[in-house]
Nanobody, 122 residues
Framework: QVQLVESGGGLVQAGGSLSVSCAAS????????MGWFRQAPGKEREFVAA????????YYADSMKGRFTISRDNAKKTVYLQMSSLKPEDTAVYYC???????????????WGQGTQVTVSS
């Protein structure tokens, strides 16, 4: 079983950039599909991006394409989300998640981190 810990959230001005990270322990990180989700106050959690365990295949929510980039370092057991051109509506708690399998479009993830707050000021 994998444990996930996010870090790197904070306050950033609109138009700025921020990167969040998720460190994994336990399990076999290199075999997990990793995903990022977010949840804004009063809203449901939404999918942001996912990355395959090998080959670097990525999948993004349409609203994130071109602004967000997901990447991973299997040696460091870490997945990253680089965010640019941030907007106030990107304010949310950002969660990383892990699942086995190869399908990066599946939204069901059994393992979750505790989340990190990202706040974008206008």
């Amino acid at each position: 079983q994998v444990q996930l810990v996010e870090s790197g959230g904070g306050l950033v001005q609109a138009g700025g950039s921020l990167s969040v990270s998720c460190a994994a322990s336990g399990g076999t990180f290199s075999t997990y599909v990793m995903g990022w989700f977010r949840q804004a106050p009063g809203k449901e959690r939404e999918f942001v991006a996912a990355i395959s365990w090998i080959g670097g295949r990525t999948y993004y929510a349409d609203s994130m394409k071109g602004r967000f980039t997901i990447s991973r370092d299997n040696a460091k057991k870490t997945v990253y989300l680089q965010m640019s051109s941030l907007k106030p509506e990107d304010t949310a708690v950002y969660y990383c998640a892990a699942r086995t399998g190869a399908d990066i479009t599946t939204m069901t993830y059994p393992f979750w981190g505790q989340g990190t707050q990202v706040t974008v000021s206008s």
